[in-house]
């Protein structure tokens, strides 16, 4: 079992940057992908980026590649996703999600265990 909590959301002005942290519990952290995903108002929950167990292949929506990075801190279980030049349509509620394999999906069906996830506002 995994438990996993989201932390840094917030409200920032457009092109702004915010640095979102997921915490996971447990001592089998480095076995599991990570992921982060989000789900506008109104919309679908879709893919953000995903990073494998050792961090070493990384994957990202079409739409946040070069101004996202994901990374990981294996020593102390923790995802990171740095959001830079955030626009308007970045709103949304951002979930991370652990996988119990080593490579990185962009299908949630993929992932086991997910946070209660962190708001994140663009808005001038």
């Known amino acids: 079992q995994v438990q996993l909590v989201e932390s840094g959301g917030g409200l920032v002005q457009p092109g702004g940057s915010l640095r979102l942290s997921c915490a996971a519990s447990?001592?089998?952290?480095?076995?599991?992908?990570m992921g982060w995903f989000r789900r506008a108002p109104g919309k679908e929950r879709e893919f953000v980026a995903a990073?494998?167990?050792?961090?070493?292949?990384?994957v990202y929506a079409n739409s946040v590649k070069g101004r996202f990075t994901i990374s990981r801190d294996n020593a102390k279980n923790t995802v990171f996703l740095q959001m830079n030049s955030l626009k308007p349509e970045d709103t949304a509620v951002y979930y991370c999600?652990?996988?119990?394999?080593?490579?990185?999906?962009?299908?949630?069906?993929?992932?086991?265990?997910w946070g209660q996830g962190t708001q994140v506002t663009v808005s001038s």
């Open positions: 999600a652990a996988g119990r394999t080593c490579s990185t999906y962009s299908d949630s069906l993929r992932y086991n265990y």
């Open positions: 447990g001592r089998t952290f480095i076995s599991y992908a």
């Open positions: 990073i494998s167990c050792v961090g070493g292949s990384t």
